[in-house]
T-cell receptor, first 110, second 119 residues
Framework: LAKTTQPISMDSYEGQEVNITCSHNNIATNDYITWYQQFPSQGPRFIIQGYKTKVTNEVASLFIPADRKSSTLSLPRVSLSDTAVYYCLVGDNSNYQLIWGAGTKLIIKP | EAGVAQSPRYKIIEKRQSVAFWCNPISGHATLYWYQQILGQGPKLLIQFQNNGVVDDSQLPKDRFSAERLKGVDSTLKIQPAKLEDSAVYLC?????????????????FGEGSRLTVL
């Protein structure tokens, strides 16, 4: 199972774009990259999933380079309410749910 | 659409006592997961059900933890006897996807969790 490495914490300011990078050097050919967000006292919430290049939804964008050994979650124009822990997972439908790292604690300041 | 329901939200027990947590997944979701999340850590998978069968319980401490999903709908996770290190949030998640040999993972839908404190 591919493991992921993320920064433990990040700070930013309201209105800025925030990019969180995840390293997954041992990603397998069939693996997808998925990001979740978790607020205190809540369960994780799905943000975005992708396999290659770029994926965008109403909340975020996910950039995946050609070698797929890393990925970057991009949050446009963050607000205070984006303060949360962000988890990067890799895997396919048979295994991706098995290993969660400690995530990246993102703190947005006014 | 109703989300994943869990109860109780909070539970405080003495060590060596027992506790049970209940989860009702989103209607029609075939796969149900129980995770343990210790403060400051990511969720750790305890057990995965597909319908009423166990798919993966390799990380479940079977000497004290048990789980069932008898009718393929709601599920119960039990801890008996509890230890201090079991203090954590127990998260239930569900997915409409069945575990296959691969493919897109889709989204896991999580409940709000049940916070256990063992004294």
């Amino acid at each position: 199972l591919a493991k992921t490495t993320q920064p433990i914490s990040m700070d930013s300011y309201e209105g800025q774009e925030v990019n969180i990078t995840c390293s997954h050097n041992n990603i397998a050919t069939n693996d997808y990259i998925t990001w979740y967000q978790q607020f205190p006292s809540q369960g994780p919430r799905f943000i975005i999933q992708g396999y290659k290049t770029k994926v965008t939804n109403e909340v975020a964008s996910l950039f995946i380079p050609a070698d797929r050994k890393s990925s970057t979650l991009s949050l446009p124009r963050v607000s205070l309410s984006d303060t949360a822990v962000y988890y990067c997972l890799v895997g396919d439908n048979s295994n991706y749910q098995l290993i969660w790292g400690a995530g990246t604690k993102l703190i947005i300041k006014p | 659409e109703a989300g994943v329901a869990q109860s109780p939200r909070y539970k405080i027990i003495e060590k060596r006592q027992s506790v049970a947590f209940w989860c009702n997944p989103i209607s029609g979701h075939a796969t149900l997961y129980w995770y343990q999340q210790i403060l400051g850590q990511g969720p750790k998978l305890l057990i995965q059900f597909q319908n009423n069968g166990v798919v993966d319980d390799s990380q479940l401490p079977k000497d004290r933890f048990s789980a069932e999903r008898l009718k393929g709908v709601d599920s119960t996770l039990k801890i008996q006897p509890a230890k201090l290190e079991d203090s954590a949030v127990y998260l239930c998640a569900s997915s409409p996807r069945s575990k296959t040999s691969g493919g897109e993972t889709g989204e896991l839908f999580f409940g709000e969790g049940s916070r256990l404190t063992v004294l």
